[in-house]
Structure formats: structure tokens, C-alpha cells
């Protein structure tokens, strides 16, 4: 039978501020307090000091493989024939474990870049979302889950018009779709569009990423936690404004994944979820609060010849690159 998902887990990208170390002993502590699904990734630089981590919990008892739900992802560099597979196996050596639950498509194209690189990096390699070379990748993401070595395939940073385009070809489909979620950005008719086929919503950045590179910042960017409404809740229930953004996705039907290498913050992220829930009246608060403020813009993704970041999202409902 298949595992269920947790309804919240442990993002684990340490990006410039936590070295792997930091991060995996973050992990831990994330296990004692009671997370069951951790979100890895090949690109995070820190899956084998993660997979020291898992190996100590089995041993001293702490959790069972079965217990947990662990997430890695397919970096950008790795499409090619016989890459997705190659991949895969280098991630479940370093995280110690024979299986992952859950095997994703860090980003739908080819493009790659150097890690902590400037939003103005560009590749000359880099190109368009092509269905055709998604599908090849996809078909080795359905080979994993044939053999049992990711228990469930799925897909990140997609749009609508792209997975119109994949949707009808895929033999296994995508089990879930990671994707920017937070009150300042709420994807409201992409969320809708993933439930209604069939795929469980990660909602990356939850608390909109308040410690990400300056690099990665803009002046139009909006602080989640600074927000008037998410205040005003918070101050409603006597909690921290971080509880409020974790609270509302998980009532939403989103499952969240925030990262915090601070024993507190740890413990209160996944504690709040039991707490008093936020009432219809401030669901409703927050969901006209939306300022569509997308913070991971993926400049560095560009293509020769595209506008702007928003190439990159298909906001005109066409696939950019095509024909444009
Ligand atoms: N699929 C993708 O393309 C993709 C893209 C981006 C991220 N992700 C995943 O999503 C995860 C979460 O995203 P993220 O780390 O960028 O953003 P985030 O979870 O929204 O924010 C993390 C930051 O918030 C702070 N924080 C956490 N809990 C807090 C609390 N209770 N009070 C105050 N501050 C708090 C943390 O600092 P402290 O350490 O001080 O607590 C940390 O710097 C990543 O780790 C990664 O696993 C996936």
C-alpha cells in the first residue's frame, strides 16, 4: 500500500545562509520534534550529510523507513538518456536509503546553472520548455517508479499550459506538483488546476523565504510575515506571523515545507498546525491579500532571446519560446 503524505515538512535548501551541516543537524532536530516528510534535492549540495542524518535516526530507533516521506528532486544538468536513473541512484546512496517516496522534476527544462550564481547569470545553453524533451525525462521518471526506486514520480515549477501539453502522455501521472505557494502569492487557479488532476500541492517558501540571498530579492517584493492581514490574524491568536502563513496553506489543502535551522522556530512550524485553526472570516482575509509576488523568479533559467522572468511562468497562457 501506498504511504500517505504528511501534511507539512522540512525544506532542507540551506541556500547561502546554512552549510550542509547546519541544515542536516536542523534535520534532526526536525525528526525528534515529529516531521515525517523532508524535501531534498540533488541541487541543495547536502544530501549526504541528510543521509548521516537518516541513517543515526533508524539506527538509534527514532523512526522507521516506513515512518518517513522523503523527497529528492532531478537538478537541471541531469535530462539527458540515462541521466534521471544516474541521478536517482547518486541521491539514494547519499541519503542512505533504497528508496525515495517521492521523485521529482526540479524545473521543466534543461537549463542549469551555477549554484549562488547572480539573478544576471546566463546560460548560452539554456532553452524553452519542449514537450517532446520533457517526455523523455518523464519516461525515465516512469522507469524509477517502475522498478520501486521512487514510490511516487512528480513535477515542480510547472504551468497550466505545460502540463496541458504533458498531462495526456504520461503513463504514471505526476502523484504531486511543488510550487511557490504563500499568502503574497496563493496561485490560486494553478492550485485549483493540480486538484482537480489529481496531484497533492507542496507549497514551497511558505513563509515567503524572509532570509533568501540579497541577490534574490527585488524592491516590488513583498514580506509575507509583514503583511496587515497576516498581522492582524496573527494578533487575533496570540501567534507568530510565521504560524499564520503554515496554518492557512495547510487549511487551504496545501502541504508546506518550510526551513528553519532554529530549534524554536522548528518545534512552533510544526506545532501551530494543531492549534486553534484560523477561522472561515480570516481564510477569507487572506485569500484577498494576494499580491501575486512571485519570489523565485528564475532569471537565471533565461534563454537567449526571452523577454523577462515572466517567460519563464507562461503568463500570456502560452508556452514561451514557441513561435514568439
Ligand atoms: N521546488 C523548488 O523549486 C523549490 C524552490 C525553493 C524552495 N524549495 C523548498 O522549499 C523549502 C522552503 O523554502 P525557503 O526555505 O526558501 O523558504 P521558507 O520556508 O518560506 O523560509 C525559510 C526561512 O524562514 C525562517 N523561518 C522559518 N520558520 C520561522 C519562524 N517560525 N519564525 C521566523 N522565521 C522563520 C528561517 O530562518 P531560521 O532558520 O532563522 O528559522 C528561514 O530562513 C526549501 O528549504 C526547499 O526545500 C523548493
Redesign the pocket.
Known sequence: MKKNIPPIGF???G?D?YKPEDVSKAAMTAIKAGYRLF?C?RV?GNESEIGKVFKKAFDEGLVNRDDIFVIS?LWNDKHGDGEVMESCKKSLEDLNLDYVDLY?V??PFPNYHAPGCDANARNANSRPFFTDEFMKVWRQMEQLYDMGLAKQIGM??MTIPKFEQVLPKCRIKPFAH?M?I?PAFQQQELFEYCIRHNMKVIG?????????PERDKTDEDVAD?RMAEILEVANNHGI?P??VCLKWAAQRGVIP??????EK?IV??LECLAQNPLSDDEMELIKNSDKNCRL?KGHVFLWEGASDWRALWDENGKISGWND
Open positions: 525544506g532542507t535548501f541556500s545562509k524535501d534535492a541543495y528532486k521529482l526540479h524545473w515542480s515549477n511543488e511557490e504563500h514551497y517558501c511558505p513563509i515567503g523565504s524572509p532570509n533568501r510575515t507568530h510565521a504560524s515545507i518550510p526551513m528553519s535551522c532554529n522556530n512552533s512550524n523565485v
